[in-house]
Structures are given as structure tokens and as C-alpha cells.
């Protein structure tokens, strides 16, 4: 009897050593095959054709154990006998791994996943609402009008429009902002038609034209080319063609623009305007200072209706998550798509000549005397100013080597 099992043991061993090494080989190729997978928070998503498939994601010791009864399996099919230790054993580390209730109840997460996907808790989607103090969001293109535009449906938790009104929702008075690029873009028989009448307060976002105008030009070469809107930056000589061709015609716009804006809606009395400088609302140097401009953003908001002031948020706590989220991670709830505004290729700053670069610093001197009236806004341009000025004495820097 002692002789027989020395001798079933020896046999056994040599059949543990195979199954142990084609259980390794197998999990090594899944192992190669798993670095295809890009983790989601709960989900995974795995390319397919060049289109993301979003997979449900899997516990992965349960994958691994399933995998190994059916590589069994399949050796017991073909003759060969599966050694009753080498199953004890994973059964014995399968009880190993599994931790006491008690202890299991600890580990969990107390995060549902709506949670992880919208941590800051907003509303989404937007509520349809009756506004009747909505205001125009009005920029030069290239301003950040797409990330306002998100920002505000936020902290409001109501819709946005713009003044072709694509979502309908202008005309039928439910929106909270009205996007506008009038008058440097936009013909003006679509502003001031009458479903617009309603809108009566004007928000001025507004960025240095040294880097608004590149930006706007990005966006036209993606138009251009058919390329997804916020994606691609154009190469430096197809900038450089465009620039020379319109620089003083886009300059005099951006001009235009400003003070289109300034006129028709900022008086000392009211507060039907607010100025939103984008290098304010975006600064990731200054984080402070982009979180204190979205909470100064709201209080203007919420002052214009009482609809308003009911639905937005409440606590400083929730505007910090919000620019967190959408200004120092691009990461918009409810937009699983396209998380990512941010555009890749081509430089990240275009070039300008010196002469172009005087040709912004004396236009921007013009605007700012003429509205020196306006404290907020001649300070404004007295920074614009500044980085001008740098920007001049780096080009003929270069120049000069």
C-alpha cells in the first residue's frame, strides 16, 4: 500500500510541473493581450476598429479562475489526469483571498458610480427652465467660448443657447446664456432677431487677441480640413499665410468687438454687465484667481433671476470642484466622448513680426484710454499690455540673431 502511493506521487508530480507551465504560458499571453485596455473609472475600453467599445469591467482573480477549470478541463479531456492537490491547493488560496464579511463590508467604496462620474454633483442634464434674465456670453472667436459655455451650464444647472438658437431653447425662453460671437463673427439679422429680445445683459469674456487670434485661426483650419472642433492646432506656415493675409482686419475686429460690448451694455448704476477675462477663468498658475473669477461669474448670474439663484450652486466648496474639473483636468460630465478640449500638433504659441506685435500694443493703448472710465477694464488692458510688450522684446530678440 505504501509502495502504490510513492509510486502515484511520482507520477503526480511531473503532471503539476505541465500544468503549471501551460497555466503561465497561457496567462502571459493575456497578460499581453490586457495592455490593450485603458481603465475608465468602473469601466474598460478597448479599441475596436479605431472605435472605443466601452466593456464592462470584471473582477479579474474570477477570470483567472475560470480560466484555469477550463484549461483542467480540457487536459482531463485529452487523457491526462489533473493531480487532486494541485486543486485543493487553488481552493485553498481562493479561500485564502476571500476576506471576512466584516472585513469585505470595510473595503468597499462608499462611492455609487454616478459619483465618479460627476464627483461635483451638477445637474445633468441641464434643467429647461423659464429665464426670463438670461444673458449673451459674447466673445471674439477663439476666446474660450465652448469652456464658458460648459462652465455656466454648471454652476447654474440650466441650459445655454446661442444666437442661431441650434437647440431651440432661446426662442422658448428656458436657457440661462446666450452664446454670441457678434460683431467679429455672426451676421447681424440673427442677433438682434426678435426671439433674442428677452436677453438683456451682456458678459464680456474676453482674451489677449495675441493668443485669440491663432486660436480662432485653429478653429477655421479645422473647419477647413473636416477635423474634429478643439482637436488639431495648424502647422506654423499655414498660421503665418492666414496672418499676413487678415492680422489687421482680425486685430480691428477683436477692437471692434470690445467695444460693441462696453457700449451696449456697461453703465456705472447697474449690473447688467460682467467682464470675464479668460486668462483669469483658465490661470492654472494662479489657482486661486480662477476659482474666485467662476464664483464672481455666478454671483453675477444669480442677481439676474430669481430661477437662477434657486438652481445654482450654493457652496464655494462646489465651485472649486467645478473649475477643477472642467479648467485644471478637462474632464466634463455627461461628455464621455470627447473629455478633452485641449488641441494637439503645432506649436503652442504662433509667431507674430515685431511690426504686427506694435500694431496690437498701440490698438489696445486706444481702446484702453477710451474706456479708462471703466476701472476693471483699463487694468485689464494694462496686462494685456504687459505681455505685449514682453512679446515684442522677445521677437526682436530673435530677430536681432
Not at 58 to 67: G, K, L, T, Y
Not at 211 to 239: C, D, G, I
Amino acid at each position: 500500500m505504501i509502495h502504490s502511493l510513492s509510486i502515484q506521487r511520482r507520477k503526480t508530480v511531473p503532471l503539476l510541473l505541465v500544468t503549471l507551465v501551460v497555466l503561465f504560458a497561457l496567462n502571459a499571453s493575456s497578460w499581453k493581450n490586457n495592455e490593450d485596455f485603458d481603465y475608465d473609472d468602473h469601466r474598460l475600453l478597448q479599441e475596436d476598429g479605431g472605435q472605443q467599445v466601452e466593456v464592462q469591467q470584471v473582477d479579474a482573480s474570477a477570470v483567472d479562475n475560470e480560466r484555469q477549470e477550463q484549461q483542467q478541463q480540457q487536459l482531463v479531456a485529452e487523457g491526462q489526469s489533473v493531480s487532486v492537490d494541485v486543486q485543493q491547493q487553488n481552493q485553498d488560496q481562493n479561500v485564502e483571498q476571500q476576506p471576512p464579511p466584516e472585513q469585505e463590508q470595510q473595503m468597499q467604496p462608499n462611492i455609487s458610480p454616478q459619483q465618479l462620474e460627476n464627483p461635483c454633483n451638477i445637474q445633468i442634464p441641464p434643467k429647461e427652465l423659464p429665464v426670463m434674465g438670461a444673458s449673451f456670453t459674447a466673445s471674439y472667436p477663439g476666446s474660450g467660448a465652448k469652456l464658458t459655455w460648459k462652465l455656466v451650464r454648471a454652476i447654474t444647472g440650466i441650459y445655454t443657447g446661442d444666437d442661431h438658437d441650434h437647440n431651440g431653447r432661446v426662442e422658448k425662453k428656458s436657457v440661462v446664456a446666450v452664446k454670441t460671437h457678434y460683431p467679429a463673427a455672426g451676421p447681424s439679422e440673427i442677433f438682434f432677431h426678435e426671439r433674442l429680445g428677452h436677453v438683456n445683459s451682456g458678459i464680456l469674456l474676453i482674451r489677449n487677441p495675441m493668443n485669440a487670434l491663432p486660436s480662432y485661426h485653429n478653429f477655421m483650419y479645422e473647419q477647413a480640413n473636416k477635423l474634429l472642433n478643439h482637436s488639431t492646432r495648424a502647422p506654423v506656415e499655414v498660421w503665418i499665410q492666414w496672418r499676413n493675409d487678415h492680422f489687421q482686419e482680425e486685430v480691428d475686429n477683436w477692437v471692434n468687438h470690445a467695444k460693441f460690448w462696453l457700449d451696449r451694455y456697461y453703465t456705472p448704476s447697474d449690473k447688467q454687465f460682467f467682464l470675464l477675462p479668460y486668462e483669469h477663468l483658465t490661470s492654472k498658475v494662479q489657482t486661486q484667481l480662477g476659482i474666485e473669477t467662476l464664483k464672481n461669474l455666478g454671483s453675477y448670474l444669480i442677481q439676474l433671476d430669481p430661477i437662477i439663484q434657486e438652481n445654482a450652486v450654493k457652496t464655494p466648496e462646489t465651485y472649486q470642484c467645478i473649475w477643477e474639473l472642467f479648467v485644471l483636468n478637462r474632464n466634463v460630465p455627461g461628455e464621455k466622448e470627447r473629455r478633452s478640449s485641449l488641441r494637439s500638433g503645432g506649436p503652442v504659441t504662433y509667431p507674430y513680426t515685431a511690426e504686427q506685435v506694435e500694431y496690437m500694443i498701440q490698438s489696445l493703448i486706444e481702446l484702453r484710454d477710451a474706456y479708462a472710465h471703466i476701472g476693471e477694464f483699463y487694468a485689464l488692458m494694462q496686462e494685456y499690455l504687459g505681455a505685449l510688450v514682453y512679446k515684442k522684446r522677445e521677437v526682436e530678440g530673435a530677430e536681432y540673431q
